[in-house]
Every structure is written in C-alpha cells, then in structure tokens.
C-alpha cells in the first residue's frame, strides 16, 4: 500500500485549505482512513477518521467545526478540509490507512503516508 498526501502550503490564520490523500496497491474500500498531524517537539494527534465506507467519521475536539474528512472511494482519495486556520494547526499532516471491518473507526493505520506540511501564520 501507497499513500501520498498533497494539498499542504502556507496560509493566513483564518483561511482554508484542502488536503489529498491518493491510495494505492490494494482495494481501498477495505480501509478505514485517518488523518493525523505532527508538530516538532509534539506527540503525534489523531484529527480525523472515516470508516470505510464513508458512513462514519470522527473529528478531533482540537479541530471540531472547522476540519471535515471525506472519502471517494471511485478515486481512492481521502480529504481533509480544513477552515478557519490558526497558527496551532502548523503541523505535517500525514494520512494513516487501516484495514477493518465496515463501520469501524481504528484510531491507528496499518500504512501511513510520507505527510504534507501545514503552515499558518498569524
């Protein structure tokens, strides 16, 4: 399994941007998805999941009402839209893939992505 993350850059506080994860080699649909984020001298965050369906999803409390995930599965493509930027979401985000049972939300991954950066300044 391959996953590479796109979408990261440099934004003001308040603005948005829109993070890609594309999948590969092996049947997407199988894998609940997650998305987490690293910051330098942090531990790693769980800051969103979505089953593998697409049916359930999970937002972290940091990020609720601003962060949305969302999947397509014809394009084995999972999104992370993020809105209302603050300068405390300036992190790599990497995608997470684990493969689990319809409806279940694992909070970890099997196959992890190399990540994309997030810059918010304020």
């Known amino acids: 399994v391959q996953l590479q993350a796109s979408g990261g850059g440099l934004v003001q506080a308040g603005g948005s941007l829109r993070l890609s994860c594309t999948f590969s080699g092996d049947t997407f649909g199988a894998y609940a998805m997650n998305w987490f984020r690293q910051a330098p001298g942090e531990e790693r965050e769980l800051v969103a999941g979505i089953s593998r369906g697409g049916t359930r999803t999970f937002v972290a409390n940091s990020v609720k009402g601003r962060f949305a995930i969302s999947r397509d599965n014809t394009k084995n493509t999972v999104y992370l839209q993020m809105n209302s930027l603050k300068p405390e979401d300036t992190a790599v985000y990497y995608c997470?893939?684990?493969?689990?049972?319809?409806?279940?939300?694992?909070?970890?991954?099997?196959?992890r992505g190399q990540g994309t950066q997030v810059t918010v300044s304020s």
């Open positions: 997470g893939a684990k493969q689990t049972v319809a409806g279940a939300l694992p909070g970890d991954y099997d196959h």
